[in-house]
């Protein structure tokens, strides 16, 4: 029997506003021609990620057919493909990423590009294990983009943002840990002020921590996205009308990033990674780590230059690469980005 066509559902006005309705974005293979139009207006469209910095990771890398070597956050793929055609179907990448959903969806579009499992293998798994990714093998280069994907961004369902309501969740991996909604619940004041100072250097923790948690002693939730964002907003009430949208949304954006720093142990998983790196290069290996906090950039310049003075890399940046300012035109995301690199000795 005849499937029944079913119409796609029409969004109102002329338009899509919701991630959901943005079905060309969502489908770049089918609807090419209009994708490259959102992405020639300087923004990312809805579902993609757009690669950061990919001219010069790969001319630091220096990627060779024949080598091996690991993306140790696969996200879209972006720079995947890119080290992959660089390899041209000879050596292989081996890549890791915890997001169960993203992960396998760009599996499957680096596979219909021609770079099958004789050439790339995904490990589903955190970075801070990238010495059981391949036993026993040592890579030419390795390459970390510690930046969340835009994918998972504009996907209200995933709870990253506060521009769109959502389930305030926050996890890189939602079939593990907690939400973000539920850490809430197990902190106490003190606990939450701390977290939005060493996270995200947050001015107003103190006030941010009393209004949030204040709420839930009262009774009441703060399981969305746009509740935590309209309790950031009670917190700043007191600034002057002129200033207060702008601080809000800054304000919002530090308390997101503090806790999904904290729900998804970033600065462990990170510590980790960068104690464990040298012993899985090659002599003369080299390293790529691409940073958009400050915190995260401190702790990469700290153990490069720790490891450098213990004779484990032979060279490492004296200072951070950044994305010129015709990249951060055309793909605003990349303003905040930070690229260190070290050479193993």
């Not at 983009?145 to 943002?161: A, C, E, H, K, N």
């Amino acid at each position: 029997m005849e499937q029944e066509h079913k119409r796609r559902p029409r969004y109102q006005g002329t338009h899509p506003r919701s991630f959901r309705e943005k079905y060309k974005e969502l489908n770049p293979e089918k609807y090419s021609g209009d994708v490259e139009k959102v992405l020639q207006s300087g923004k990312t469209p809805a579902g993609m990620h757009i690669p950061i910095m990919v001219e010069e990771i790969l001319g630091f890398l220096n990627v060779q057919p024949g080598q091996t070597g690991l993306d140790a956050t696969l996200g879209y793929g972006g720079h995947s493909r890119k080290i992959l055609e660089q390899l041209q179907g000879r050596g292989h990448l081996y890549a890791t990423d915890v997001d169960p959903i993203e992960s396998e969806k760009t599996r499957l579009r680096l596979e219909a590009a021609g770079f099958g499992p004789e050439l790339f293998t995904l490990r589903r798994m955190n970075f801070s294990q990238l010495d059981g990714v391949a036993p026993g093998v040592l890579f030419d280069f390795l390459l970390a983009d510690l930046g969340v994907s835009s994918m998972q961004i504009d996907d209200p369902t995933r709870g990253f943002t506060f521009k769109y309501d959502g389930p305030l969740d926050l996890r890189l991996d939602p079939t593990s840990g907690i939400s973000a909604a539920r850490r809430l619940r197990e902190l106490d004041e003190e606990e939450l002020t701390a977290l939005l100072e060493e996270n995200a250097d947050e001015p107003y923790a103190a006030r941010i921590a009393g209004t949030v948690l204040g709420e839930l002693r009262q009774g009441g939730t703060v399981d969305t996205t746009k509740r935590l964002a309209e309790l950031v907003g009670q917190a700043l009430s007191f600034l002057p009308a002129g200033e207060r949208e702008d601080e809000v949304k800054k304000s919002c954006q530090r308390t997101f990033q503090a806790l999904r720093i904290d729900v998804n142990g970033e600065f462990e998983a990170l510590y980790s990674l960068l104690e464990k790196l040298p012993g899985v290069l090659k002599p003369g290996g080299r390293v790529a780590i691409l940073t958009f906090h400050s915190g995260e950039d401190r702790m990469v310049k700290k153990a490069f230059r720790q490891h450098l003075r213990e004779g484990a890399y032979s060279a490492v940046a004296e200072e951070v690469l950044r994305p010129s300012a015709q990249e951060c035109f055309q793909n605003p995301r990349a303003r905040s980005a930070k690229l260190r690199w070290a050479v193993r000795a």
